[in-house]
């Protein structure tokens, strides 16, 4: 029986390249997807503190390296509304570059569907 050997396409250097880069892209996607959920579990938090905080009665404290530390109602509020601010910054800037990221692996996801057709 003769074995029947199926020829796969030869795929130029251009079309290597363009795999290449899709990998990566999918990589650096991929990356900033866990960002994107860190930042937003560290925003809920931050939220939620602030929530807590605004029905505290009693003395406050905040944690920083391994001490806990009194403070003021109103310093800690300042501190949190600072990093909320800052985490809604960046996940600004990180959706914006997972919309960049999804337009150019689109982009070459239908060129290579084309060359493959």
């Known amino acids: 029986m003769a074995e029947e050997k199926q020829e796969q396409p ?3 250097q251009e079309t290597q390249e363009k ?3 899709l990998q990566i892209y999918e990589q650096n996607f991929q990356s900033l997807i866990m960002q994107k959920q860190a930042f937003q579990v560290e925003l809920n938090e931050t939220e939620k503190a602030l929530e807590e ?4 009665k009693d003395d406050v404290f905040k944690i920083i390296g ?11 509020e300042e501190g949190l509304k600072k990093k909320k601010e800052l ?5 600004s800037s990180i959706e914006k570059q997972e919309e960049e990221l999804t337009k150019e692996l689109e982009k070459l996801r239908q060129e290579l569907m084309e060359k493959f057709k």
């Open 10 to 12: 030869k795929i130029d």
């Open 19 to 21: 795999i290449q880069a």
């Open 53 to 56: 905080l605004k029905e505290s």
């Open 66 to 76: 391994q001490i806990i530390i009194k403070t003021t109602k109103e310093k800690l």
């Open 87 to 91: 985490l809604s910054l960046r996940l």
